[in-house]
């Protein structure tokens, strides 16, 4: 099972960074407040566990580690999320993840 959760974690990330990559929109805003992808990955993440989804769990990972690296520097532009700094920091969470698959799927 802590395989198939990194393969779905891992093409969600792939997905998100292709699509961001190429269409470099700005985030939908709900008056002054704007709603990052890391948002809805936390809803999946509670859902894919109320629902002992490991597919939606996955997704919702995946959408929150993509934007973690990005919101711990305090990026602001599409550069700042494929700024070296960036990048490192996802990988260094895709592969902490990928070390500790086994245990974030213990709950199902």
Do not use: Q, W
Request: hydrophobic fraction near 55%; proline fraction near 3%; aromatic fraction near 18%.
């Amino acid at each position: 099972m802590g395989n198939s959760f990194f393969l779905v974690f891992l093409t969600t990330i792939l997905v998100t960074r292709l699509f961001i990559f190429l269409y470099p929109i700005s985030a939908p805003t709900l008056g002054s407040f704007r709603i990052h992808h890391y948002m809805y990955g936390l809803i999946g993440i509670v859902f894919g566990i109320l629902i002992h989804s490991v597919p939606l769990y996955a997704i919702g990972f995946g959408l929150f580690v993509d934007e973690l690296t990005y919101l711990l520097i305090g990026g602001k532009t599409h550069a700042d999320n494929y700024s070296k700094v960036s990048l490192t920091g996802t990988l260094f969470f895709i592969i902490l993840v990928y070390i500790l698959k086994d245990y974030l799927v213990r709950l199902f």
